[in-house]
């Protein structure tokens, strides 16, 4: 059988390996000059003031769910069509996400959805850029405004995405978070950053993510409440590498993006994901293709698994796992978000994945649905 083809894989090189000997080699392993430089380089990169380096994305969204004060007896909108992180961070506080039907075309939450949830405990939004997708941040931002709400953006999947008004996610001036898991647009192994919404906000996180010490108390004083949410030096390393040619390895996500298009334009019962309109820009994450509702997409996904090739259903709703069930979630709310979740999967997608890659993907899913071969 042919070489199997994995959903994703990380653009890892001499420079990554450089950078994480000479934190070896230097000693300073955690809270060294290579987690400011991380921090430094990502801040240039992304056009803002700053951005607090964490162990997580899950743990940045933490931090920033703390940040806006959100506790028992807070409700917080939120999408159901995205990854569990986005409303655990609010239960770990006590907060109560609030799921809201998500936009049919870009699968993220919809403001008049949002607005129509809008409630008496309403503290905040949490809108998720899904899949690399900006989210309806100018509709979101006035929403909130009208409200007093809250906004913390989790832009984990969406590094380099920019929105309908042509700026970055991320960049808007509030809370948002990023992730660096290994498949995502730029990785440390396991990372997350946090643009704050203000230079008290970016102290308040670089003391929670390091035991509540204050920049001022010595390594056994703390001045609160703290976790331990660092990123490690080598991690690190691996980030000021990864920024060092993010705007290359985002150029090739598009490009595979645009191969896989091209070619899926010719199966028939699949949507590809849509690319972004007006001042949009999608920043390409995964792959998502949305099977005709007669398809059965798992035995596909098996079917391409037989055939050497890795896919996954993406992504199942959160309001439909057991903890959150239990405040009282089920099917059938969320028409919109249900439906994508039913028919999607995931297909291989990362920058190295060539050009017959492709072909033979798209040729086997073809061939998994039944379809004869794709013709030029
Ligand atoms: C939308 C979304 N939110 C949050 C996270 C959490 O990031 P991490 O896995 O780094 O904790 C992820 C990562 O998978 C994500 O995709």
């Given at each position: 059988m042919s070489e199997s083809i994995p959903l994703a894989k990380p653009e890892l090189g001499s420079r990554e390996e450089e950078l994480v000997l000479e934190v070896l080699r230097s000693g300073r392993l955690s809270l060294g000059p290579m987690g400011e430089r991380f921090e430094r380089a990502f801040t240039e990169w992304l056009g803002v003031e700053d951005a607090v380096a964490v162990s997580s994305g899950t743990t940045g969204l933490h931090l920033g769910a703390r940040a806006l004060g959100w506790g028992p007896g807070d409700e917080v909108l939120t999408s159901p069509f995205s990854f569990v992180a986005s409303a655990n961070c609010l239960l770990y506080e006590g907060a109560q996400p609030v799921f809201c039907d998500v936009d049919p075309l870009t699968l993220n939450l919809d403001p008049e959805a949002a607005a129509g949830a809008v409630g008496e405990r309403s503290a905040g939004i949490l809108p998720v850029h899904i899949f690399g997708y900006p989210a309806a941040m100018p509709e979101l931002e006035a929403l909130a405004a009208k409200h007093d709400l809250g906004l913390l953006e989790d832009a984990c999947e969406a590094l380099g995405a920019v929105d309908s008004e042509g700026r970055k996610v991320g960049s808007r001036g509030h809370l948002a978070t990023f992730a660096f898991y290994a498949n995502k647009q730029m990785t440390t192994g396991e990372g997350g950053m946090v643009v704050p919404a203000d230079a008290a906000v970016a102290a308040r996180l670089r003391s929670e993510r390091n035991q509540g010490r204050a920049a001022d108390l010595g390594w056994l004083d703390h001045g609160a409440l703290g976790f331990n949410y660092r990123l490690s030096d080598l991690a690190a390393a691996l980030g000021v590498a990864q920024v060092e040619k993010l705007t290359e390895m985002l150029s090739a996500r598009e490009r595979v993006a645009g191969m896989y298009a091209e070619r899926l334009a010719?199966?028939?019962c699949l949507e590809a994901p849509p690319a972004a309109r007006g001042a949009e820009r999608r920043s390409w994450f995964v792959y998502p293709v949305r099977l005709g509702e007669g398809t059965d997409r798992d035995a596909t996904i098996a079917r391409l698994a037989e055939r050497g090739v890795a896919s996954k259903?993406?992504?199942?709703?959160?309001?439909?796992f057991p903890h959150l069930r239990e405040l009282g979630y089920r099917e059938g709310q969320f028409p919109v978000a249900e439906a994508a979740s039913a028919h999607s999967l995931a297909l291989p997608f990362f920058p190295s994945l060539s050009e017959a890659q492709v072909d033979r993907v798209c040729q086997e899913l073809a061939a998994a649905l039944g379809q004869g071969p794709i013709r030029e």
């Amino acid at each position: 059988m042919s070489e199997s083809i994995p959903l994703a894989k990380p653009e890892l090189g001499s420079r990554e390996e450089e950078l994480v000997l000479e934190v070896l080699r230097s000693g300073r392993l955690s809270l060294g000059p290579m987690g400011e430089r991380f921090e430094r380089a990502f801040t240039e990169w992304l056009g803002v003031e700053d951005a607090v380096a964490v162990s997580s994305g899950t743990t940045g969204l933490h931090l920033g769910a703390r940040a806006l004060g959100w506790g028992p007896g807070d409700e917080v909108l939120t999408s159901p069509f995205s990854f569990v992180a986005s409303a655990n961070c609010l239960l770990y506080e006590g907060a109560q996400p609030v799921f809201c039907d998500v936009d049919p075309l870009t699968l993220n939450l919809d403001p008049e959805a949002a607005a129509g949830a809008v409630g008496e405990r309403s503290a905040g939004i949490l809108p998720v850029h899904i899949f690399g997708y900006p989210a309806a941040m100018p509709e979101l931002e006035a929403l909130a405004a009208k409200h007093d709400l809250g906004l913390l953006e989790d832009a984990c999947e969406a590094l380099g995405a920019v929105d309908s008004e042509g700026r970055k996610v991320g960049s808007r001036g509030h809370l948002a978070t990023f992730a660096f898991y290994a498949n995502k647009q730029m990785t440390t192994g396991e990372g997350g950053m946090v643009v704050p919404a203000d230079a008290a906000v970016a102290a308040r996180l670089r003391s929670e993510r390091n035991q509540g010490r204050a920049a001022d108390l010595g390594w056994l004083d703390h001045g609160a409440l703290g976790f331990n949410y660092r990123l490690s030096d080598l991690a690190a390393a691996l980030g000021v590498a990864q920024v060092e040619k993010l705007t290359e390895m985002l150029s090739a996500r598009e490009r595979v993006a645009g191969m896989y298009a091209e070619r899926l334009a010719r199966v028939e019962c699949l949507e590809a994901p849509p690319a972004a309109r007006g001042a949009e820009r999608r920043s390409w994450f995964v792959y998502p293709v949305r099977l005709g509702e007669g398809t059965d997409r798992d035995a596909t996904i098996a079917r391409l698994a037989e055939r050497g090739v890795a896919s996954k259903a993406y992504l199942p709703c959160i309001h439909l796992f057991p903890h959150l069930r239990e405040l009282g979630y089920r099917e059938g709310q969320f028409p919109v978000a249900e439906a994508a979740s039913a028919h999607s999967l995931a297909l291989p997608f990362f920058p190295s994945l060539s050009e017959a890659q492709v072909d033979r993907v798209c040729q086997e899913l073809a061939a998994a649905l039944g379809q004869g071969p794709i013709r030029e």
